[in-house]
């Protein structure tokens, strides 16, 4: 198949560049670009998506088609590099997830089991992929998912077709959401890193009381315990706080 670049003009050209950026979003895109979400599930999606923005962006994109073909794979790499940035940016979000899983799993000891990662298709703790599944469990559950849709109309304020990439601006709000997932994923297992303070101080003077106890087999099951108590009683406030955060951080892109 052969194609002509005059043919590609008008509502074709704009949403072959619609469909570069959107694709390359969704493919990053928190909830909506996990690895258990089927790829043609995803493809389908970005078709969609595309298909329903192109009239409302149309203005933005030119007319008429390059005359050379290097002047179009510009034009689509930069709509798919404004795709990866924003979506890449989106992504940043979710690490807090599993920031904090995996210091809860290794103050409880469960650090020591690594399992494969359904959502990044990667080993990590046990508790991090807990709370990756059950964080895009929820925010399909609370519909916060259409943020996730709406960053992609949001990202043509933020980068516009046919401009130079904001660069300076971008690694600014990339170190800022880079530091605050990180705060917030410590934030999150702080219950957990206070109680193994005082329960290892405790069996610290345990041990200096009772130097012929054997510390470790009872610091562990205690510990991983305990743990799994805290978890029970403090899920409900941590998956709360991180919705909330979520909210926060997606509506810079809107």
């Given at each position: 198949?052969?194609?002509h ?28 670009g996990e690895?258990?979400v089927p790829?043609?599930v ?10 329903a ?10 007319a ?9 794979v510009?034009?689509i790499a ?6 990866i940035?924003?979506g ?14 995996y ?8 650090a020591?089991?690594?399992?494969i990662d359904?959502?990044q ?9 807990f ?5 895009t469990?929820l925010?399909?559950l609370?519909?916060?998912?259409h943020?996730?849709?709406g960053?992609i ?22 170190i ?6 990180f705060a917030?994923?410590?934030?999150l297992?702080a ?9 290892y ?9 009772m ?9 562990v099951p ?9 978890m029970?009683?403090l899920?409900?406030?941590?998956m ?10 997606m509506?810079?892109?809107?």
């Amino acid at each position: 198949m052969t194609i002509h670049l005059p043919a590609l003009s008008g509502i074709i050209l704009t949403y072959l560049l619609v469909f570069s950026r959107v694709g390359a979003m969704v493919m990053l895109l928190p909830a909506i670009g996990e690895m258990g979400v089927p790829s043609r599930v995803r493809l389908v999606l970005a078709l969609a998506i595309a298909f329903a923005l192109t009239p409302q962006v149309q203005a933005n994109y030119p007319a008429v088609a390059p005359q050379s073909t290097v002047a179009l794979v510009i034009m689509i790499a930069q709509e798919v590099t404004a795709g990866i940035l924003v979506g890449a940016m989106a992504r940043i979000i979710m690490s807090a997830l599993q920031v904090a899983g995996y210091l809860i799993a290794t103050q409880t000891g469960l650090a020591y089991a690594q399992t494969i990662d359904p959502t990044q298709n990667t080993q990590g703790a046990v508790v991090g992929n807990f709370m990756m599944l059950l964080g895009t469990t929820l925010i399909f559950l609370t519909n916060l998912h259409h943020m996730a849709i709406g960053a992609i109309a949001g990202s043509y304020r933020m980068l516009p077709p046919g401009g130079h990439l904001p660069t300076g601006d971008m690694a600014q709000l990339v170190i800022q959401l880079t530091s605050s997932s990180f705060a917030l994923g410590f934030q999150l297992a702080a219950p957990f890193l206070v109680f193994g303070f005082a329960v290892y101080a405790g069996l610290g003077v345990l041990a200096r009381l009772m130097p012929q106890l054997q510390i470790f087999f009872v610091a562990v099951p205690l510990n991983i315990m305990c743990g799994f108590l805290i978890m029970l009683a403090l899920i409900g406030s941590l998956m709360t706080v991180f919705l909330n955060y979520y909210t926060n951080s997606m509506a810079v892109f809107l």
